[in-house]
């Protein structure tokens, strides 16, 4: 059924979607030890992935100056200044993807935190 759905559909790409992660994920059951594992993986790959971007960053900014600083070559300071812009945009997409992984992992911790209390609840 879901698939005949998908087959009818026409295909739309939104702007936001291509930087979507699985954010619809939520927990069938409780979260045990193996998933938090996971999740703590995940967060430190996050991590990894936001000072990779850092670093390119960083690499941009150092040969956009480069660039800048050469005399006697007018044409190639228009690269420099690319690469200082692109270097913002790189940083920017780096900081928005962290947060919007951060928030996804927040989620869904507290979605298991919430399904416990009430657990313990129904069983009070």
Do not use: C, H, W
Not at 21 to 40: H, N, Q, S
Not at 62 to 72: D, K, N, V
Not at 97 to 102: A, G, H
């Amino acid at each position: 059924m879901q698939i005949k759905r998908i087959i009818e559909t026409p295909l739309k790409i939104k702007k936001m979607d291509l930087l979507r992660f699985g954010r619809d994920f939520k927990p069938d059951e409780e979260v045990i030890l193996r998933d938090y594992l996971a999740i703590e993986r995940t967060r430190l790959a996050n991590e990894r992935t936001l000072l990779s971007y850092i670093r390119s960053s960083l690499y941009l900014i150092l040969g956009g100056i480069a660039f800048l600083q050469l005399e006697g070559f007018e044409n190639i300071k228009y690269l420099g200044l690319l690469s200082l812009i692109l270097s913002v945009v790189f940083l920017v997409i780096g900081i928005y993807r962290f947060l919007l992984l951060k928030k996804s992992l927040k989620k869904v911790f507290f979605l298991d935190e919430k399904r416990r209390k009430q657990n313990q609840d129904n069983e009070a």
